[in-house]
């Protein structure tokens, strides 16, 4: 079966439904559409209790099990719920992706007095100042948990830098002199100068405490779950030799290869490709290149060229290491990120990510459930992407056999799928638009002969027929996609 990722959660996804209650309700939908891999948020005490959604972490070790930061349970529900959705999810042969967020933490219990040099915000790697003594929130002791689990205390000396600057809105980067190096950590990458330091008190992966922590952290936290693969989050400020001492430990520890995509959040690709070579392919990455490209086109129609929407990105250069995505909780609306592909063109994008052979496609959550949600005087409605059902069917049982590219025009280009012969109701064929009206001459092969095609989008009535060498003209509808698989396997889709 190919790989799918399913992002089963986004930035606004309200408290009062209870996440890990519904994954338990969907386990069984999830497994029918021929999901592999569910994509969990992070299930750790947020800075802001239940209202956080997990990336400004406090407590690693709280899975929604004490009462800290207002509340005891996390934004998705407690830690007994989260426990089995992992189990429901894993009864129905699906294996469980944890949201892994290592950079940084908010919410210090204390704060403490340190000696501290300020650096520009936009080269990290120039002091702007005197050393001095400061009091900086870098004290974490966990009083709700009491020590339970784990005794370590973080301090000034597990944190690389903090940003304390509350009175403005600049950003007032100071870093901390713990004697782990002069300045930052050495990452891929020269944005910033260095962009090791992100937001909140940032971790101190030079600190040979801090590691061990974090190898007991996460031999404690799959062993407690279950959890079987991981999704690293912002990995473009953090050591990579510290994620590759961490994933080997894990690794050797359980005896088995975490199946593990990492994010990191750039589009250029020489930075992915760096990042890669450095993990020695310990990792996938998404493909924000790609993820960019489906964004212009949405913005720019027929004055993109369909024929270049692989150009620069991973699933082109590096497929086997490109997972694949159309938006997720970084773009959607109101987000810093913001990048949110317009609807017309969502169907063309997901149709790229899931019915082609290269890459592992992500799908998220608003795509198929939709979504709504308020923030500030901003009401968003996110509908469900049409056809993604069906497409989602497709993979699921017809992705097998050679396939055929035909990206040889700006706004009409296609691709057909042969499938088997093995598999009768195999053979695909997808043709996509951003202009006018159009069609694709495509050869499926001469087991695909004299066979007959019909849209599953329902933009056509008539059938396509194959002539004995299966070869036919597939047409598409201006501005459109449509989806030409077997007739006789309609009933496979529904």
Same mark, same amino acid.
């Given at each position: 079966?190919?790989?799918?990722?399913?992002?089963?959660?986004?930035?606004?996804?309200?408290?009062?439904?209870? *996440?890990?209650?519904?994954?338990?309700?969907?386990? =069984?939908? /999830?497994?029918?559409?021929?999901?592999?891999?569910?994509?969990?948020?992070?299930?750790?005490?947020?800075?802001?209790?239940?209202?956080?959604?997990?990336?400004?972490?406090? @407590? /690693?070790?709280? /899975?929604?099990?004490?009462?800290?930061?207002?509340?005891?349970?996390?934004?998705?529900?407690?830690?007994?719920?989260?426990?089995?959705?992992?189990?429901?999810?894993?009864? #129905?042969?699906? $294996?469980?992706?944890?949201? %892994?967020?290592?950079?940084?933490?908010?919410?210090?219990?204390?704060?403490?007095?340190?000696? !501290?040099?300020?650096? @520009?915000?936009?080269?990290?790697? =120039?002091?702007?100042?005197?050393?001095?003594?400061?009091?900086?929130?870098?004290?974490?002791?966990?009083?709700?948990?009491?020590?339970?689990?784990?005794?370590?205390?973080?301090?000034?000396? +597990?944190?690389?830098?903090?940003? @304390?600057?509350?009175?403005?809105?600049?950003?007032? %980067?100071?870093?901390?002199?713990?004697?782990?190096?002069?300045?930052?950590?050495?990452?891929?990458?020269?944005?910033?100068?260095?962009? @090791?330091?992100?937001?909140?008190?940032?971790?101190?992966?030079?600190?040979?405490?801090?590691?061990?922590?974090?190898?007991?952290?996460?031999?404690?936290?799959?062993? +407690?779950?279950?959890?079987?693969?991981?999704?690293?989050?912002? !990995?473009?400020?953090?050591?990579?030799?510290?994620?590759?001492?961490?994933?080997?430990?894990?690794?050797?520890?359980?005896?088995?290869?975490?199946?593990?995509?990492?994010?990191?959040?750039?589009?250029?690709?020489?930075?992915?490709?760096?990042?890669?070579?450095?993990?020695?392919?310990?990792?996938?990455?998404?493909?924000?290149?790609? #993820?960019?490209?489906?964004?212009?086109?949405?913005?720019?129609?027929?004055?993109?060229?369909?024929?270049?929407?692989?150009?620069?990105? *991973?699933?082109?250069?590096?497929?086997?290491?490109?997972?694949?995505?159309?938006?997720?909780?970084?773009?959607?609306?109101?987000?810093?990120? =913001?990048?949110?592909?317009?609807?017309?063109?969502?169907?063309?994008?997901?149709?790229? %990510?899931?019915?082609?052979?290269?890459?592992?496609?992500?799908?998220?959550?608003?795509?198929?459930?939709?979504?709504?949600?308020?923030?500030?005087?901003?009401?968003?409605? *996110?509908?469900?992407?049409?056809?993604?059902?069906?497409?989602?069917?497709?993979?699921?049982?017809?992705?097998?056999?050679?396939?055929?590219?035909?990206?040889? #025009?700006?706004?009409?280009?296609?691709?057909? $799928?042969?499938? +088997?012969?093995?598999?009768?109701?195999?053979?695909?064929?997808?043709?996509?638009? $951003?202009?006018?009206?159009?069609?694709?001459?495509? $050869?499926?092969?001469?087991?695909?002969?004299?066979?007959?095609?019909?849209?599953?989008?329902?933009?056509?009535?008539?059938?396509?027929?194959?002539?004995?060498?299966? +070869?036919?003209?597939?047409?598409?509808?201006?501005?459109?996609?449509?989806?030409?698989?077997?007739?006789?396997?309609?009933?496979? %889709?529904?």
């Amino acid at each position: 079966m190919s790989l799918t990722i399913f992002q089963f959660f986004h930035w606004y996804y309200p408290k009062e439904k209870k *996440l890990w209650n519904e994954v338990v309700k969907q386990a =069984e939908h /999830l497994q029918f559409i021929g999901i592999s891999h569910v994509w969990l948020p992070p299930a750790y005490k947020s800075s802001a209790g239940e209202n956080g959604v997990g990336y400004d972490v406090y @407590d /690693l070790f709280d /899975l929604g099990e004490f009462n800290q930061k207002g509340s005891t349970v996390t934004r998705y529900g407690s830690k007994r719920e989260y426990i089995k959705a992992i189990k429901t999810l894993h009864e #129905h042969k699906m $294996n469980v992706m944890a949201d %892994i967020v290592l950079n940084h933490k908010n919410g210090a219990d204390e704060s403490e007095k340190v000696h !501290v040099i300020q650096v @520009d915000a936009n080269n990290r790697n =120039e002091v702007v100042s005197e050393p001095m003594e400061k009091e900086i929130a870098t004290k974490y002791y966990f009083p709700g948990r009491n020590k339970k689990y784990s005794e370590f205390v973080w301090d000034w000396k +597990t944190f690389t830098g903090i940003d @304390d600057c509350s009175d403005t809105n600049e950003k007032c %980067i100071y870093k901390i002199i713990n004697g782990y190096g002069d300045l930052w950590d050495d990452v891929v990458g020269d944005e910033f100068g260095n962009f @090791d330091y992100l937001l909140g008190a940032d971790i101190e992966f030079r600190n040979p405490a801090v590691t061990a922590e974090l190898k007991y952290w996460g031999k404690w936290y799959v062993k +407690t779950t279950g959890i079987d693969s991981f999704r690293l989050d912002a !990995v473009k400020h953090i050591s990579a030799n510290f994620y590759k001492e961490w994933l080997d430990y894990l690794n050797q520890t359980f005896k088995k290869q975490f199946f593990t995509v990492a994010e990191y959040w750039s589009s250029d690709l020489k930075y992915l490709h760096e990042y890669l070579d450095v993990m020695e392919n310990r990792v996938q990455l998404f493909d924000v290149p790609l #993820h960019h490209n489906f964004f212009d086109a949405s913005k720019k129609g027929k004055d993109f060229s369909l024929a270049n929407i692989f150009n620069g990105t *991973l699933v082109q250069t590096r497929p086997q290491s490109a997972v694949t995505f159309v938006d997720n909780h970084d773009t959607q609306p109101t987000q810093s990120l =913001e990048s949110f592909v317009e609807f017309w063109f969502k169907p063309h994008a997901n149709a790229i %990510i899931l019915l082609r052979q290269q890459g592992i496609p992500c799908v998220f959550y608003p795509s198929y459930y939709g979504a709504s949600y308020t923030v500030g005087d901003n009401t968003i409605e *996110l509908a469900p992407v049409p056809h993604l059902y069906k497409m989602l069917k497709i993979r699921q049982q017809f992705l097998e056999g050679e396939q055929n590219d035909y990206f040889d #025009h700006p706004n009409v280009v296609a691709w057909c $799928n042969k499938g +088997t012969e093995e598999n009768q109701d195999s053979g695909f064929a997808v043709v996509l638009s $951003n202009n006018e009206d159009g069609f694709k001459e495509m $050869n499926l092969g001469q087991h695909n002969g004299n066979k007959k095609f019909v849209d599953i989008t329902e933009s056509f009535n008539d059938a396509v027929v194959t002539n004995e060498e299966g +070869t036919a003209f597939f047409p598409v509808k201006s501005r459109s996609i449509s989806i030409w698989i077997k007739d006789i396997a309609l009933d496979k %889709i529904k």
